[in-house]
């Protein structure tokens, strides 16, 4: 099995169980994500907006109840199905695509944003996914990516993980063990699998973007360890960055 077969695999598998707050989540904590959203896109509606990865819709939901037009992209027919599921849940239209974030089968100079969610970890090229990112921009159009170092190999965050792991192989299902099988072969061959702010820059300027910000989501992290329940709160202990380039 290639690398996208054996990431496509996993992600069909893992489901089953991913939802990542996208019909759990309450109407404070979406709304605290929107305003985040609207103002990295500022405040216009009517965008043309592409997700790629979408997962079970998170973002793409969201944009779509902004009054955007989304297009939003999976490699996993049963993420696409589970976001299928919840864009009815929410009453909202969305054009979902099976597709590749390395191979868009989109038009040249399309969107107006291009947005991804824990997407660029999981890349084996990620200057390849940026450029085509870029290819489906408009002039002046925005890339919008959020991503954390999940897979930190500091000995805090691994206690962090350990600890997190355990509680969802006892409370949840065994994903952490099957998580590891998969990736732990593929992870030297995904180079933001360690995510470090100064790496992901210098892939964006190599796909040619001369404008990229990234910054700490500090205030959407901290609401989110005050859920309460202890994942949250050791899920969010590791900062997750929003990184923005314009074409
Ligand atoms: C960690 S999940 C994030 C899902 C969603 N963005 C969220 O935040 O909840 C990663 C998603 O990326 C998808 N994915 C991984 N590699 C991909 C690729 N090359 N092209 C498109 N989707 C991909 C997986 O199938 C999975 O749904």
Redesign the pocket.
Known sequence: MNT?DV??N???Y??ES?????IDQSEEERNSWKNMLSESMGGKRGLKVL??????????LMCAEMGNEVTA????DN?LKKAKENALIRGVSIDFRQ?????LELPDDYFDVVM????L????DPVK?LMEWRRVLKGGGMIIA?DGNWHDTGLVSRMIRATSDLIRIITEDKYPYIFRKQYDPLKKSLPLFSLKPEKVIHYFNEAGFDTVSIEKMDKLCSSARKKGKILDKLDFSNPIYLIKATK
Do not use: C, H
Request: zero cysteines.
């Open positions: 996208k990431i496509r996993y992600w069909d893992r489901s991913y939802n990542n707050g996208v997700d790629v990865g979408t997962g079970p819709g998170f973002l793409a992209i999976d490699l996993s993420m597709g590749d974030a390395e191979n991804n969610k824990y997407l970890w999981t890349l084996p996914a959020i």
